[in-house]
């Protein structure tokens, strides 16, 4: 198949979108990717990038075709909007000039924003294709969850939505807690498909004696680590105020990996509240160091706010941590939650609570080696019989042969 991936978000920035490319293309099929600069989290063009260049790269044998779009900043509202729509006006417009030849089928990858189907959708049009989009988040649930209350935006975004999806062909959801949605908004049900994350296959079990040098060694004792954004949506508020909870446990520490606008936020907390020496950021590390950072955690931690839109969604953090065999605290609401308990993987408390959090910490603390690890041998356990990547996989490439077959067999 000749398959045309339209994601805002794309190698060199972590998205799991960069392994389902390489794998499509690994398969036999010609893959292209239309796409923006690469600005990810940190809200500036990463070095060798400018507005215009490079229009075309070649990675993994995937071609890389690149529109300019305005840098997310730091995140500010304003300055997300002009990101998004920047982005959702050049691939529309550029898009059709640098995605030459023909194309069987156009796959958008929408883990925010929802316009980023506009230029799917166009495509789809000009080349004749059909259209599959695999939904991440919600609008504009999400943007109501984030703390937009303009009406007139949150009027546009669900209209937008509605547009974009009822126009798709098939539907992928990462969460089943999508489908409901998505019928209040006009979307036939034969149209949508589940269809969750996974991990990479370097997300694995390793054993410290297997894995390098301890990375945080000035981290000695009972170490909770989280893999990830430091956004609005992740509650730092929660894990800082639990934190403060076991100031009598000067042995537990919190390994924070990954950035985010309230970095500068957490930072200043964590002077504010003199808990300095428990936290270790380390910022934005490699996707393939994150198991020997795990073997090195005796916990993985997952948290997002309060907020019915959340509650409807699985971290995709969720799918790598039980690939790699340890014990999960959670501090979430709704899917995400009852996947941690369905797969007795850790002890989960409700979102935003930190005497919650600080007890599960606590718990798995207290907890003997042997009981850790049968937490983390559950969660593998269900990893494998729900996530696994192979499996996952198959499942796309089987829906997308059969949306070329059906839509070959409608129009010749």
């Known amino acids: 198949m000749r398959i045309l991936i339209v994601t805002q978000y794309f190698w060199p920035e972590p998205f799991r979108i960069n392994d389902l490319a390489v794998e499509l293309r690994e398969r036999g099929h010609a893959v292209a990717v239309l796409t923006g600069m690469p600005n990810?989290?940190?809200?500036?063009?990463?070095?060798?990038?400018?507005?215009?260049?490079?229009?075309?790269?070649?990675?993994?044998?995937?071609?890389?075709?690149?529109?300019?779009?305005?840098?997310?900043?730091?995140?500010?509202?304003?300055?997300?909007?002009?990101?998004?729509?920047?982005?959702?006006?050049?691939?529309?417009?550029?898009?059709?000039?640098?995605?030459?030849g023909g194309v069987d089928l156009v796959f958008v990858y929408e883990p925010s924003p929802v316009s980023v189907g506009i230029p799917g959708w166009w495509l789809g049009l000009l080349k004749k294709a059909p259209l599959m989009m695999w939904i991440q988040d919600l609008w504009p649930e999400t943007l109501r969850a984030v703390g937009i209350r303009s009406r007139t935006a949150l009027w546009a975004a669900a209209a937008l939505s509605r547009f974009i999806h009822r126009r798709c062909d098939r539907i992928l959801v990462q969460s089943k807690a999508f489908v409901a949605p998505l019928l209040s908004q006009g979307v036939a049900a034969p149209a949508i498909d589940y269809l969750p994350n996974w991990a990479e296959d370097f997300y694995r079990p390793l054993e410290k004696t297997a894995a390098s040098a301890d990375p945080i060694p000035q981290a000695a004792g009972f170490r909770v680590l989280f893999a990830g954004n430091i956004g609005g949506a992740q509650s730092f508020e929660t894990v800082v105020d639990a934190a403060s909870r076991l100031a009598d446990f000067p042995d537990i520490h919190w390994i924070v990996i990954g950035d985010g606008h309230r970095r500068e936020w957490l930072e200043t907390e964590l002077r504010r509240r003199r808990l300095e020496s428990r936290f270790h950021l380390t910022g934005w590390q490699p996707a393939e160091k994150m198991p020997v950072y795990f073997s090195f955690a005796d916990a993985l931690l997952v948290t997002l706010r309060a907020d019915p839109v959340f509650a409807l969604t699985i971290p995709s953090k969720i799918q790598s941590y039980l690939a790699c065999g340890k014990p999960l605290i959670g501090s979430l609401d709704g899917a995400g939650a009852d996947v941690i308990k369905e797969a007795g993987a850790g002890i989960v408390g409700p979102a935003e609570d930190a005497a919650a959090l600080a007890d599960a910490v606590l718990a798995v603390y207290r907890m003997n080696p042997a009981q850790r690890a049968q937490l983390g041998n559950s969660g593998r356990a269900y990893y494998d019989a729900h996530f696994r990547r192979a499996d996952l996989i198959r499942r796309i490439e089987e829906r997308m042969r059969g949306m070329v077959d059906e839509h070959r067999r409608n129009h010749g």
């Not at 507005?51 to 779009?69: D, I, K, Q, Y």
Request: contains cysteine; charged residues 20%; proline residues 10%.
């Open 40 to 100: 990810y989290p940190g809200g500036r063009l990463y070095p060798g990038y400018g507005v215009f260049r490079p229009g075309r790269e070649s990675w993994r044998g995937v071609t890389v075709l690149r529109v300019p779009l305005i840098p997310r900043g730091a995140n500010r509202g304003w300055r997300l909007a002009l990101n998004y729509l920047s982005f959702m006006f050049s691939a529309s417009l550029l898009g059709p000039l640098r995605c030459r």
